[in-house]
């Protein structure tokens, strides 16, 4: 069974900086795309970054140049940069792989930023 495994939230000053990671198992990771999706409180969970096994990166307009996906096909992790870090981001953010038509999700990690 597919595990995700998220960490690396926290609380963080508004303009701040937290790095989010997600070690996946009992995959073939390097086969999969994989994502960041966050959801805050009375909100739909919603798309935050996505990266392709290839590598291609896409980001929702929010984010944008702000934060950064990537992968590490060694270790089975893929990362989530988030600079500049808005009030707004705040929410619990779920790691996501997409394998065989499905979704899998990790337990999620809580954002909060605040002053």
Do not use: H
């Amino acid at each position: 069974q597919v595990q995700l495994e998220e960490s690396g939230g926290g609380l963080v000053q508004p303009g701040g900086s937290l790095r989010l990671s997600c070690a996946a198992s009992k995959i073939i990771f390097r086969l999969y795309a994989m994502g960041w999706y966050k959801q805050a409180p009375g909100k739909q969970r919603e798309l935050v970054a996505t990266i392709t096994s290839g590598g291609t990166t896409n980001y929702s307009d929010s984010v944008k140049g702000r934060f950064t996906i990537a992968r590490d096909n060694a270790k089975n992790t893929v990362y989530l940069q988030m600079n500049s870090l808005k009030p707004e981001d705040t929410a619990v953010y779920y790691c996501n792989a997409k394998i065989g038509g499905g979704d899998y999700w990790g337990q999620g990690t809580q954002v909060t930023v605040s002053s």
